[in-house]
């Protein structure tokens, strides 16, 4: 079993940067990729970013390429997400998920609870 717990969300101004933060626990947590996800009122869930269990070698939906940025901290565990040039239409709740590497949510088998991300001026 994996648990994960989100961090960081708020409420920002556009054009502003957030990190947030995903820590997965568990025995086998380190053998999965995480992805990041959100879901925006009334819309579907969105693939946001990937990186593998290994390495840093990121997938990011074309949505985001360019402003969103994911890593892993150096004791390899916690994985970012880097937003910079916050849109009112990124508010969203965030989501982080461990599972297999893709873009696809139903690649990933674990979930976090979500963290809210409100940009408003």
């Known amino acids: 079993q994996v648990q994960l717990v989100e961090s960081g969300g708020g409420v920002v101004k556009p054009g502003v940067s957030l990190t947030l933060s995903c820590s997965p626990s568990?025995?086998?947590?380190?053998?999965?990729?995480i992805g990041w996800f959100r879901q925006a009122p009334g819309k579907e869930r969105e693939f946001l970013a990937a990186i593998p269990n290994s390495g840093n070698t990121a997938y990011y939906a074309d949505s985001v390429k360019g402003r969103f940025t994911i890593f892993r901290g150096i004791a390899n565990s916690t994985v970012f997400l880097q937003m910079s040039s916050l849109k009112s239409e990124d508010t969203a709740v965030y989501y982080c998920?461990?599972?297999?590497?893709?873009?696809?949510?139903?690649?990933?088998?674990?979930w976090g609870q979500g963290t809210q991300v409100t940009v408003s001026s």
């Open positions: 998920a461990a599972g297999r590497y893709g873009a696809t949510a139903s690649n990933y088998n674990y």
């Open positions: 568990g025995r086998t947590a380190s053998s999965y990729a």
